[in-house]
């Protein structure tokens, strides 16, 4: 079946049979990458202000029903840094944009989010409670990091649980310590199944993969198809810092890894991303599309910017080379792509 769209990909996702009973009822998720409004990117923010970084995508993040990005790092003011090459830690007054931009939940279990340890983690719960932006992965011990974050739409409750594949150790959340939620298989199964049983419809986030590596470790897709095997509606992926290829499976989408969003870094290598919006019925997706989208920073100065033409079918057809080897394939045009299931 064919689905065909502007500024992107539109395609159907087979979910098979409906239940008996089911309606019309449906959510759209908006699905973005990493966001971490530190570092390089601080002096941007002080010019132009804390929407800065979402000014020219704030429009398409608002009209989802529940938007979702990696939060990448704690909003704080102290805390001990861990020894590590790279510690984030951004200021508070930074956080009531991801609100004003139209997010309605974050992933928080990755490697930065407990870079300044657990007072940072704290005040960063309490700063998204008091804006009402869900959040999932990380709390002051292994249960609250385990447990979903439920938003409700249309009708339907959506659970979103997120978890931690990447190092350092330290910062998993156990029994007795504050962190983030490891993804370990038995937990994946669990939580996915439990929050398969509170709520219509079940997305999981991970942060997995190697930095740069455009290709998923054989754990990652272990780990996806668990989750689906297990109830979840639609993966998605962070940490690589760029774009790893897409994969349908069981008729669930999954998104291995979205690379960057609005991220403080230069890099040279990471300059292509793309926004993930699935409409998501009781049953599975219904449709998606892929918004492909510059995250260079030195061009854009920090605020990631929808592209079409030319730069536009690049990034798609990037996204095709790699999707290939996963079996999803389609046809990318001039900012606009057909694909076959």
């Not at 760029?242 to 291995?256: D, F, N, P, T, V």
Request: charged share 20%.
């Amino acid at each position: 079946m064919n689905i065909l769209a502007s500024l992107g990909l539109w395609f159907l996702l087979a979910g098979g049979p409906q239940p008996a009973g089911d309606d019309t009822a449906s959510v759209t998720i908006l699905a973005v990458g990493d966001v971490m409004m530190g570092a390089s990117m601080e002096p941007a923010i002080r010019e132009h202000g804390a929407d800065h970084p979402f000014a020219a995508t704030a429009q398409v993040i608002r009209r989802a029903d529940i938007a979702i990005c990696n939060l990448e790092a704690p909003f704080g003011t102290k805390g001990k840094p861990f020894k590590k090459r790279f510690t984030f830690l951004v200021p508070p007054s930074y956080a009531g944009a991801l609100a004003r931009a139209g997010f309605d939940a974050v992933a928080m279990a990755n490697n930065h989010l407990m870079d300044y340890g657990a007072e940072p983690l704290k005040a960063t719960i309490r700063i998204l409670d008091s804006l009402g932006i869900a959040h999932s992965g990380a709390g002051m011990d292994l249960s609250e990091a385990r447990r979903p974050a439920v938003v409700e739409r249309n009708g339907l409750k959506v659970a979103f649980l997120s978890y931690s594949k990447v190092y350092p150790a330290e910062f998993w959340a156990t029994s007795r310590r504050a962190g983030t939620a490891p993804g370990e298989e038995r937990y994946v199964a669990e939580d996915v199944a439990a929050a398969r049983k509170r709520a219509d419809l079940v997305v999981v986030s991970f942060h997995w993969g190697a930095e740069l590596m455009d290709t998923p470790k054989p754990y990652q897709r272990k780990l996806a198809r668990l989750s689906i095997d297990s109830g979840a509606d639609l993966v998605l992926g962070h940490h690589p810092h760029i774009l790893q290829g897409m994969e349908s499976y069981k008729g669930r989408l999954i998104a291995y890894s979205l690379g960057n969003f609005a991220f403080g870094s230069r890099s040279r290598k990471c300059t292509e991303s793309v926004m993930l919006e699935v409409r998501l019925a009781r049953g599975g997706p219904r449709e998606a599309r892929i918004i492909p989208v510059c995250v260079d920073n030195l061009k854009t100065n920090f605020q990631p910017a929808i592209v079409s033409g030319e730069a536009g079918r690049a990034i798609l057809a990037n996204l095709l080379r790699i999707s290939k080897p996963l079996g999803l394939e389609f046809a990318p045009t001039d900012s606009v792509a057909r694909l076959r299931f």
